[in-house]
């Protein structure tokens, strides 16, 4: 009943196709490697600790695959866990099917998405810098985190060695104020004032989910 509630959300926007389904993670491995979809949608049910392992070994079977968590709950440190373990997107089930859509759209673009169930303020971490100023390099950074990349990757993308990597996320946590990468990463766009140039428009073809 729940693929086919999904198959039915998808159809009805027109911009994306469920191309099949898993029942259990050897299934979903081998779909995954088969059908290669551009999002893997993983339920919760299954438990985090085989959830978190299914997502580290998904890029092994579709490097091209964005995972995303479709949870009933889930604690801030978990969903840190989950980011750094490759999730690209975590989205409650108790939200509305308008904000389930836009955490696809967002990580259809490459990019992450988080999001409470109600649009929460900044949990004070702007206030001490108001409008804090980055320089052009902090904000390249601060959009390849939004992209979900690690510090190496930003270094290779960049031309900048993981040591100036660190020394400038330092910079920015001082302006902003954010204790973190996973607060930089749940702010990131709202910082940057405008989404990255990523995020204008959707795919031609629409996006694949598994």
């Known amino acids: 009943m729940v693929i ?24 979903g491995q081998a779909a995954i490697a088969e059908l290669r979809p551009q999002i893997v949608l993983m339920d919760q049910t299954a438990g985090l600790k085989s959830v ?6 998904a890029k092994e079977f579709s490097p091209s695959s964005y995972p995303v968590l479709w ?10 866990r989950a980011l750094q373990t490759g999730a690209r997107g975590i989205v409650k089930r108790s939200l509305p099917v308008a904000v389930f859509l836009e955490c696809l759209r967002t990580v259809a673009r490459g990019n992450i998405w988080l999001e409470n169930d109600e649009p929460a303020p900044l949990n004070g971490a702007f206030t001490r810098r108001q409008s804090p100023r980055l320089t052009p390099r902090e904000r390249e950074i601060v959009g390849c985190l939004c992209r979900g990349m690690r510090n190496k990757e930003i270094a290779q993308e960049l031309s900048i060695t993981a040591g100036t990597v660190k020394v400038h996320l330092m910079h920015i946590f001082e ?4 204790k973190d990468r996973f607060e930089l990463a749940m702010h990131g766009r709202q910082l940057l004032g405008s989404a990255p140039a990523d995020e204008t428009g959707g795919s031609e073809q629409g996006s694949q989910f598994l």
């Open 52 to 57: 978190f392992r299914f997502v580290s070994e």
């Open 175 to 178: 302006k902003t104020g954010v």
């Open 4 to 27: 086919e509630g999904l198959r039915r959300v998808f159809e009805s926007t027109g911009e994306f196709a469920l191309v099949g389904s898993a029942a259990s993670f050897p299934e």
């Open 71 to 80: 949870v009933t709950e889930m604690a801030e440190v978990d969903c840190f």
